[in-house]
């Protein structure tokens, strides 16, 4: 009875046929299939050596280099309060601006107009002693014109306010001639000197040359013959 019994767990007591396997079947529910190990493939880099183009550099234009002079320069009090470092950039813009120029500057109608004198590298250059560091301490500028008037006539004027309560003014005027194509000579008259009511002259006259840089619609560059840098706004 035992091994009957033990039999009947698995299959009948007949005998099975030969097609038949004799191993026990095993039902889906109690299968567990094995973990199969693949080989594991680490997904491949790949390092792409791109070659870049050398970059164009920025070209700067004109109007690029205008509007960079003009930031430099403007409420500056006429360059005083600029660093060395700061008037290097400006001679800088300058240079490239240079490159610019219309031809023959000197014959262009543009160099006629009111000008305002919003920069020079040496204090004193416009104005003299006014604006020199003792003279800055009693004179207050307040404004420097250049007015050019066709077809030679050079006006120049510094107003200032002495200690703060008298206004002033020292005016030049003089006459232009053309060196060459770019160099300008202006002969100066005696200055004339305004102050309160008062007005005479002093002094006697004065030689200026200036080499005329670049010249647009809105500003005027101008080196002295000493190497003064003139940056001129037209008004």
Excluded at 51 to 61: I, K, M, N
Excluded at 113 to 119: C, E, I, M, P, T
Aim: aromatic share 8%; proline share 6%; glycine share 8%.
């Amino acid at each position: 009875m035992a091994s009957v019994a033990s039999t009947a767990v698995f299959s009948p007591a007949v005998s099975s046929p030969k097609w038949r396997s004799s191993k026990p079947q095993r039902s889906l529910a109690n299968f567990r299939a094995k973990p199969v190990n693949l080989p594991c493939r680490r997904p491949s880099l790949r390092v792409c050596a791109s070659v870049s183009a050398p970059s164009t550099e920025l070209r700067t234009g004109p109007d690029d280099l205008v509007a960079s002079i003009l930031s430099k320069v403007l409420e500056t009090d006429g360059g005083v309060s600029l660093k060395p470092k700061e008037h290097q950039e400006v001679a800088e813009v300058a240079s490239e601006l240079q490159k610019y120029c219309i031809s023959e500057p000197v014959k262009s109608p543009l160099i006629f107009g009111d000008w305002d004198v919003v920069y020079c590298s040496r204090p004193t250059s416009p104005g003299g002693g006014y604006r020199s560091a003792v003279g800055r301490l009693f004179f207050q500028t307040k404004e420097m014109v250049q007015a050019l008037e066709a077809p030679d006539i050079v006006r120049n004027k510094v107003s200032f306010s002495l200690l703060g309560f008298l206004d002033g003014e020292v005016s030049l005027k003089g006459k232009l001639k053309a060196l060459d194509y770019e160099w300008i000579q202006v002969i100066f008259e005696a200055p004339q000197l305004q102050l309160g009511g008062l007005e005479f002259s002093y002094g006697g006259q004065s030689e200026v040359k200036l080499q005329i840089m670049y010249i647009d619609e809105k500003i005027r560059l101008g080196k002295g013959n000493r190497g003064s840098l003139f940056v001129f706004r037209r008004r």
